[in-house]
């Protein structure tokens, strides 16, 4: 009885201890599996950091229908920027069968839109409307009714949006550096037309305040100059030459605020540049009753020290980012391509919407 007792014992431990053995044997080659063998996600992550495509992947190709204003540029790796694939960008109309998108630049489309209706075109080929300009300057938009499946320009609720500039978050809030004040207000401008409304309130300002004026028909300043010689104004006149929804131009992002001093600007609604800025960063013409209240305070605000430091504490934590060009504009189109899902839309009234 005692032996049986310890045979049976002897049996159990046993089945035990194989057991052990074998989930542990299994649970390793498991963690050999997994250390080997990278998840899906893993890998995806891997391949988004390289500019190669995958043995299979298919590569995409953008064709840019014609030089923006016919002001060639270099294509830039976009992988650098956005940690995607690159894409393949070509000028050359061979492709114009093989490119899986096109990009028509407004400007330089808009005079032969029967040309561009009547192009063949693969069924499952992409245009994109690319436009920086404002509505009014934007001719025949009537013309680009359904024709093109995605919008890229500066107004936020483009497919793609391409800003003139943007706000940066600092890892770590910074000191404040104010370059230093000696003349007071500054505007630079080169499309002088005199009926226009920011030409017409600049008539007013200047019968209360001083207003330096360069570009064209005015004082000199060669475009290396532009921003250490803004930066010695306490004011910017950020003044738009049209008012419509998202168009702030780099008249605020690189004349007025990468040269250290504080915008005045008229455009749209100050609600539409808060979007874009914190409320305390700049001065909206439309927060006062007349030019002669604006430079009252223009000029009350340029000798109190501490009433005009406070419209540089957003700096501490944000940093201005003014638009790096045409090659970072197309860049965004690659990285948007293969980072949405892909599908099919016609814009049917673009001149409804782009107002």
Same mark, same amino acid.
């Given at each position: 009885m005692i032996s049986c007792r310890k045979l049976f014992i002897f049996l159990l431990f046993s089945f035990i201890f194989s057991s052990c053995v074998l989930v542990f044997l299994h649970q390793f080659r498991t963690l050999e599996l997994e250390h080997y063998s990278p998840s899906p996600t893993a890998q995806l992550a891997r391949a988004g950091n390289t500019s190669t495509p995958r043995k299979g992947e298919h590569r995409l190709t953008i064709l840019l229908w014609k030089w923006p204003f016919g002001y060639r540029f270099n294509f830039r790796n976009c992988s650098q920027l956005y940690g995607t694939p690159d894409c393949h960008f070509t000028v050359n109309h061979s492709w114009s069968q093989k490119a899986d998108v096109v990009i028509m630049h407004h400007r330089d489309v808009c005079g032969d839109v029967e040309g561009l209706a009547q192009l063949p075109r693969v069924p499952s080929q992409r245009w994109i409307w690319f436009n920086l300009e404002s509505p009014s300057h934007s001719p025949n938009l009537g013309a680009m009714d359904n024709l093109f499946n995605l919008t890229m320009s500066y107004r936020r609720d483009s497919d793609i949006f391409t800003p003139y500039g943007e706000l940066q978050l600092l890892g770590q809030p910074q000191p404040l550096n104010i370059p230093p004040k000696t003349k007071l207000v500054a505007w630079v401008v080169s499309n002088w037309r005199a009926g226009s409304h920011r030409v017409k309130y600049y008539q007013e300002l200047k019968k209360h305040i001083a207003v330096d004026v360069y570009g064209q028909h005015h004082l000199p300043l060669p475009w290396d100059k532009l921003l250490p010689t803004v930066s010695q104004y306490n004011f910017y006149?950020?003044?738009?030459?049209?008012?419509?929804?998202?168009?702030?131009?780099?008249?605020?992002?690189?004349? $007025?605020?990468?040269?250290?001093?504080? %915008?005045?600007?008229? !455009?749209? %609604?100050?609600?539409?540049?808060?979007?874009?800025?914190?409320?305390?960063?700049?001065?909206?013409?439309?927060?006062?009753?007349?030019?002669?209240?604006? *430079?009252?305070?223009?000029?009350?605000?340029?000798?109190?020290?501490?009433?005009?430091?406070?419209?540089?504490?957003?700096?501490?934590?944000?940093?201005?980012? *003014?638009?790096? !060009?045409? $090659?970072?504009?197309?860049?965004?189109?690659?990285?948007?391509?293969?980072?949405?899902?892909?599908?099919?839309?016609?814009?049917?009234?673009?001149?409804?919407?782009?107002?």
């Open positions: 006149l950020a003044f738009e030459n049209s008012q419509h929804e998202d168009y702030i131009t780099e008249k605020l992002w690189r004349n $007025a605020l990468s040269s250290g001093t504080v %915008p005045v600007v008229l !455009g749209p %609604p100050r609600e539409n540049y808060e979007r874009f800025l914190p409320p305390d960063s700049f001065i909206h013409v439309d927060d006062f009753a007349s030019a002669g209240d604006l *430079a009252q305070y223009l000029w009350e605000l340029s000798r109190d020290v501490k009433r005009y430091r406070r419209y540089f504490q957003w700096r501490k934590w944000l940093k201005p980012v *003014a638009g790096a !060009g045409w $090659a970072l504009h197309v860049c965004r189109a690659c990285h948007f391509l293969q980072t949405t899902e892909a599908r099919y839309q016609v814009v049917p009234s673009l001149s409804e919407w782009f107002v």
